[in-house]
C-alpha cells in the first residue's frame, strides 16, 4: 500500500496489520470489530525528514518504509485514507521494536 501523505520531523505512517481470525486450543474464533484489541504491529509506509540538531541538519529514524514495527498500543493519530484504508500517524518515540 502507498500513501500520498509526507509525515513532518520525527513522525512515521503506519499500516496497522490486523488480525482477522484469533486461534485457540479449541479453534479459531472470528471476533467481531468492537471485541478486538488494538492493533500494536504495522508495516511503515513513509518516514519524515527527522528532528533538527542544534546545528539546523536531520536527525535521521531508525525506521525505515517497509519495516514492520511494534508500537505503543495507543500510540499515534488515526486517519482514514480517499481508498478508506485506516493508517496511523505516530511518533518515532512511539515505536518500540522493529521485527525482524
Do not use: C, W
Not at 501523505?5 to 479449541?26: H, N, Q, Y
Not at 518516514?47 to 536527525?59: F, M, N, Q
Amino acid at each position: 500500500m502507498s500513501v500520498n501523505i509526507k509525515p513532518l520531523g520525527s513522525r512515521v505512517v503506519v499500516a496497522p496489520i490486523e488480525k482477522d481470525v484469533e486461534t485457540f486450543a479449541g479453534g479459531e474464533l472470528v471476533l467481531p470489530d468492537t471485541a478486538k484489541e488494538k492493533p500494536q504491529q504495522g508495516e511503515v509506509l513513509a518516514v519524515g525528514p527527522g528532528d533538527r540538531d542544534e546545528k539546523g541538519k536531520h536527525i535521521p529514524l531508525d525506521v525505515e518504509v517497509g519495516d514492520t514495527v511494534v508500537f505503543a498500543k495507543y500510540a499515534g493519530t488515526g486517519y482514514k485514507t480517499e481508498e478508506g484504508k485506516e493508517i496511523l500517524i505516530l511518533k518515532e518515540s512511539d515505536i518500540l521494536a522493529k521485527v525482524a
